[in-house]
């Protein structure tokens, strides 16, 4: 059974611009999670799709979008491109609404320059 | 804020021995998880643990938790030079909307 996929595997964006990071659930997985892990901040919550629709929001900045496809799929965009936001970008996915396991993906590292 | 505080924040241990890692939140959660993460690559899922239990094992893993004092331990016995890496916990807060709150996570060496 494949994971999730992640794609691209490296990001380098200058600041100002656009990124858009790529996430494929596992197959039969509805719900999908996207994480940020920056240096010296951890792991942060980001936003949560199900059934494409947002579901939950951590505390990021509205240039922080994302969207969910009807294949399960999901898309995470970061608008306006600043340093800080050069990170590991994790993605996961789980079964269903209900408290589950969330599985991650390899993640995208964006750096912003 | 980080939910979880995890303790140590590093440990240095040889192959064959027994390394045990603590976790300590602030709130009441659905469950608690526990993952692995090699150089900074992508998290691998280790274990659930539901409020309502108190321990559970998988292989060489055994995670404990106590919601009266807001703590887990992940122990890993017989280690091997392959289990270093970074482990986090998570926690899965009640009311929380399904997203996980990492801790600051334990960064486990284990020589030959």
């Known amino acids: 059974e494949a994971g999730v996929t992640q794609s691209p595997t490296h990001l380098i964006k200058t600041r100002g611009q656009q990124a858009t990071l790529r996430c494929s659930p596992i197959?039969?997985?509805?719900?999908v999670y996207w994480y940020q892990q920056a240096l010296g901040l951890g792991l942060q919550f980001l936003l949560w799709y199900d059934e494409g629709e947002e579901r939950n929001r951590g505390n990021f900045p509205p240039r922080f979008s994302g969207r969910q496809f009807p294949n399960y799929s999901s898309e995470l965009n970061v608008n306006a491109l600043e340093l800080e936001d050069s990170a590991l970008y994790l993605c996961?996915?789980?079964?269903?609404?209900?408290?589950?396991?969330?599985?991650f993906g390899p993640g995208t590292r964006l750096t912003v320059t | 804020s980080q939910q979880g505080e995890e303790d140590p924040q590093a440990l240095s241990i040889q192959e064959g021995e027994n390394a045990t890692m603590n976790c300590s939140y602030k709130t009441s959660i659905n469950n608690l998880q526990w993952y692995r993460q090699n150089s900074g690559r992508g998290l691998v899922h280790l274990i659930l643990i539901r409020s309502n239990e108190r321990e559970k094992h998988s292989g060489r893993l055994r995670v404990t938790l106590d919601t009266s004092k807001k703590s887990s331990s992940l122990l890993i016995t017989a280690s091997r030079a392959a289990d270093t890496a970074s482990y986090f916990c998570?926690?899965?807060?009640?009311?929380?909307?399904?997203?996980?709150?990492f801790g600051t996570g334990t960064q486990l060496k284990v020589e030959l």
């Open positions: 998570a926690t899965d807060v009640t009311g929380g909307g399904n997203k996980l709150t």
């Open positions: 197959s039969g997985h509805t719900s």
């Open positions: 996961a996915s789980s079964l269903e609404l209900a408290s589950d396991e969330q599985y």
